[in-house]
T-cell receptor, first 120, second 108 residues
Framework: QVLLQESGPGLVKPSETLSLTCTVS??????????WGWIRQPPGKGLDWIGS???????YYNPSLKSRDTISVDTSKRQFSLKLSSVTAADTAVYYC????????????WSQGTLVTVSS | EIVLTQSPATLSLSPGERATLSCRAS??????LVWYQQKPGQAPRLLIY???NRATGIPARFSGSGSGTDFTLTISSLEPEDFAVYYC??????????FGQGTRLEIK
């Protein structure tokens, strides 16, 4: 069983940077075989893909975020991270970290999700 | 960006009935269409990938079909635990990966 757990502040002020980290665990996890990503869901709304990072370090982002986001991976810690700069109230959402398997763009394991609220 | 339109927005059925959910893409996604189920307060769960492949542990009553622009998720006989929101998602042309707006399956 793969477990993904995100961590980070639940409240961020407007114009500041949202930072989340996802820690992956699981007895048989072979970190280097997988790709990882972030998806968010505004309260009461649908799902939005934020971006993905591959074990090689290659990244892909949703153009709608206008380059405000950065995703990185730390293989030694089995963690990957999201930074979203210049946040506004529109960035308030439940943020999920996900594993992509068995193919790119197929999200088979999800974290429980963490609500991040942007408010002063 | 590929837009996915799901219909109906809400589907009201009874346990034991057959559910048919639709997802239409604004351009061809070949067979790169994925379905998820989301229950209140939970993360989405992968059901079907590449139009018709059931994910690990998904019951056989869930099936997917379609190609190109029109796709269907069918639940052959609804169980009480199947009432949830269902999302389709395309992985054909990205970035960005895009999702449909969801279909709410509710108990009649």
């Amino acid at each position: 069983q793969v477990l993904l757990q995100e961590s980070g502040p639940g409240l961020v002020k407007p114009s500041e940077t949202l930072s989340l980290t996802c820690t992956v665990s699981g007895d048989s996890i072979n970190w280097s075989s997988y790709h990882w990503g972030w998806i968010r869901q505004p309260p009461g709304k649908g799902l939005d893909w934020i971006g993905s990072v591959y074990y090689s370090g290659s990244t892909y982002y949703n153009p709608s975020l206008k380059s405000r986001d950065t995703i990185s991976v730390d293989t030694s810690k089995r963690q990957f991270s999201l930074k979203l700069s210049s946040v506004t109230a529109a960035d308030t959402a439940v943020y999920y970290c996900v594993r992509e398997f068995p193919a790119r763009g197929v999200f088979d394991f999800w974290s429980q999700g963490t609500l991040v609220t942007v408010s002063s | 960006e590929i837009v996915l339109t799901q219909s109906p927005a809400t589907l009201s059925l009874s346990p034991g009935e057959r559910a048919t959910l639709s997802c239409r893409a604004s351009q061809s996604v070949n067979n790169y269409l994925v379905w998820y189920q989301q229950k209140p307060g939970q993360a989405p769960r992968l059901l079907i990938y590449d139009a018709s492949n059931r994910a690990t542990g998904i019951p056989a009553r869930f099936s997917g079909s379609g190609s190109g622009t029109d796709f269907t998720l069918t639940i052959s006989s609804l169980e009480p635990e199947d009432f949830a929101v269902y999302y389709c998602q395309q992985r054909s042309s990205w970035p960005p990966i895009t999702f449909g707006q969801g279909t709410r399956l509710e108990i009649k």
